[in-house]
């Protein structure tokens, strides 16, 4: 089993900054990307970012120079840093990770549990 647990999320001012954090656990061999969603009430869940384990990154369009994404393949971990957030940006923010659990074993998407971002002043 692999867990990713996400943390970090809670109320900023619009203009502000956040650092989300996702730790994947578990029975880990080998991760290949890393990405955050986000889920806004009554919307669907869509991609903020995504990182390969290369590093090589991908954003949404609304996103881009708004947000980083980074990630720790020493500790499983991928950040999601949010600069100047406005209060669109408000959502359910959910780590993703594609895994695979064992040598030869095929790769397997796996989701934290969600942690809330509420953009306000």
């Known amino acids: 089993q692999v867990q990713l647990v996400e943390s970090g999320g809670g109320l900023v001012q619009p203009g502000g900054s956040l650092r989300l954090s996702c730790a994947a656990s578990?029975?880990?061999?080998?991760?290949?990307?890393m990405a955050w969603y986000r889920q806004a009430p009554g919307k669907q869940r869509e991609l903020v970012a995504l990182?390969?384990?290369?590093?090589?990154?991908n954003y949404a369009d609304s996103m881009k120079g708004r947000f980083t994404i980074s990630r720790d393949n020493a500790s499983n971990t991928v950040y999601l840093q949010l600069n100047s957030p406005k209060p669109e940006d408000t959502a359910v923010y959910y780590c993703?990770?594609?895994?695979?659990?064992?040598?030869?074993?095929?790769?397997?998407?796996?989701w934290g549990q969600g942690t809330q971002v509420t953009v306000s002043s």
């Open positions: 990182i390969t384990g290369r590093g090589t990154t």
């Open positions: 993703n990770a594609v895994v695979r659990t064992h040598r030869g074993g095929t790769y397997s998407d796996y």
């Open positions: 578990g029975s880990i061999f080998s991760i290949n990307a």
